[in-house]
């Protein structure tokens, strides 16, 4: 066999076996989407099928009929902006000074921000509600703002912009002050350009982390209206308290498309955030 046959072979190979060991990830994935699409009967029937008999979009418009889908849909995608916005500006420039700006106990406040990652969620969420609940703010979508941005969900942001700025050229920083730029303008001139990579894994992370957020909107969160989304697709119960699966998979498949659209349009940045990061493995 030829040089040329063989690379074909392996790359052929290569190929079957990318779709083998995909299967486990696509196959819920295709589950889910075409579950909804069946109904009750043919979800709960002994041999389970690939693809429903009678398709059917009668799922999808209950997901809207029975509570206030689309306000929910918006309660989530508003938030999720909003602390991605947030945390990508408020990263940037913690990251910026700890990589660039010299001051005493520069290392030792890292490290005491890096202890956020540490604390589970769950040990902070009892003291977050008294303070919230004191402010009047319980029912209200400012604390899945607010702490997300300014909290412990942030420190590996703040951590992964650290890392590439500390690889970026203090050249080009020195080149901005030669033309008059300040610490400020070299900032958001010279670095803040030059960290799209690392900014794209940040808001992949604060997106996905952000969307998915369930114990705080059921801690702080109360009517249907404020709800997001992981609160919501819990709502869809029959009279008897059992889940309607086909309205539950049908309002998954909706509620996973953001999360594919940010990841397709900020994969390459991703995966370059990564690696600058020093995060890849």
Partial sequence: ??????????????????????????????????????????????????????????????????????????????????????????????????????????????VLVLVGLLVPSEVTIVPLFRIVNTLGLIDTHWPLIVIPVLGAPAVLAVFIMRQFFLGLPTELEEAGRIDGLGRWGVFWRIALPLSRSALGAVAIFTFLKSWNLYLEPIVYLSSKENFTLPQALTQYVDAYGGPMWNVQLAATTLTVLPVLAVFLVAQKQFVQGLAHSGLKG
Avoid: C, H
């Fill in 1 to 110: 066999m030829s040089a040329t046959a063989r690379r074909g072979l392996n790359r052929w190979l290569l190929v079957l076996l990318l779709i083998v060991l995909s299967v486990p990830f696509v196959f819920p994935t295709w589950w889910m989407a075409t579950s909804s699409l069946k109904p009750m009967s043919e979800i709960l029937s002994r041999v389970p099928t690939i693809w429903p008999q009678d398709p059917t979009f009668e799922a999808y418009g209950r997901v809207f009929t029975l509570q206030p889908f689309a306000q929910q849909y918006w309660n989530s995608l508003y938030i999720a902006v909003l602390v991605t916005a947030g945390t990508m500006l408020v990263s940037a420039m913690a990251g910026y000074a700890f990589a660039r700006i010299r001051f005493p106990g520069a290392n030792a406040l890292f």
